[in-house]
T-cell receptor
Framework: DAGVIQSPRHEVTEMGQEVTLRCKPISGHNSLFWYRQTMMRGLELLIY????????DSGMPEDRFSAKMPNASFSTLKIQPSEPRDSAVYFC????????????FGEGSRLTVL | AQSVTQPDIHITVSEGASLELRCNYSYGATPYLFWYVQSPGQGLQLLLKYFSGDTLVQGIKGFEAEFKRSQSSFNLRKPSVHWSDAAEYFC?????????????FGAGTRLAVHP
């Protein structure tokens, strides 16, 4: 079975540009999570969805960040405008709520903002 | 509030030596506990998990962990480390919030293995 699929794997952009990261969760999972990983702050939960509805976005750093989940098989994380401090690896993970909360992670999208 | 502490940021062991990575959690109820491993440039892979029952759980790649409620700990162990075990290891606790489960991660422990 396919795991969580993220794209792009690497993105290099210039400050001020819009960045869109994409995620396809595991089929049948009803929860989706976006994490950001940096050396300084470790793994930070940005936002999570259950049944396509955002449940908790308290980790989203500021209004420049937005996330959507238009259907059960697709989610996006958008940064507009991007800044150098947004450089990080962004992970998407999915799980089945009603189970024990085990997360399945994608391989991440490494973002570099120049 | 729920939290996870991994006291060791870096650990170095020799190949063939035993390993123990520490994890302490703070959670009011019986926790769901996890250990994940992250190799360079990769996502996080589940090593093992504890939900209930036997407090010693076995995982993949020869790892095991023991849940000790009295110490609020869930330490990861391996009797003989292989060079391929060099990676970053994350402990996590499953936290229920508003009826939904999410994972709270520790800061991670980076393991280096000397030949």
């Amino acid at each position: 079975d396919a795991g969580v699929i993220q794209s792009p794997r690497h993105e290099v952009t210039e400050m001020g540009q819009e960045v869109t990261l994409r995620c396809k969760p595991i089929s049948g999972h009803n929860s989706l999570f976006w994490y950001r990983q940096t050396m300084m702050r470790g793994l930070e939960l940005l936002i999570y969805f259950n049944n396509n509805v955002p449940i908790d976005d308290s980790g989203m750093p500021e209004d420049r960040f937005s996330a959507k989940m238009p259907n059960a098989s697709f989610s996006t994380l958008k940064i507009q405008p991007s800044e150098p401090r947004d450089s990080a690896v962004y992970f998407c993970a999915s799980s089945f709520q009603g189970g024990t909360g085990e997360l399945f992670f994608g391989e991440g999208s490494r973002l570099t903002v120049l | 509030a729920q939290s996870v502490t991994q006291p060791d940021i870096h650990i170095t062991v020799s190949e063939g030596a035993s390993l123990e990575l520490r994890c302490n959690y703070s959670y009011g109820a019986t926790p769901y506990l996890f250990w994940y491993v992250q190799s360079p440039g990769q996502g996080l892979q589940l090593l093992l998990k504890y939900f209930s029952g036997d407090t010693l759980v076995q995982g993949i790649k020869g790892f095991e962990a023991e849940f000790k409620r009295s110490q609020s700990s869930f330490n990861l162990r391996k009797p003989s480390v292989h060079w391929s075990d060099a990676a970053e290891y994350f402990c996590a606790v499953g936290a229920a919030a508003g009826g939904y489960n999410k994972l709270i991660f520790g800061a991670g422990t980076r393991l280096a293995v000397h030949p």
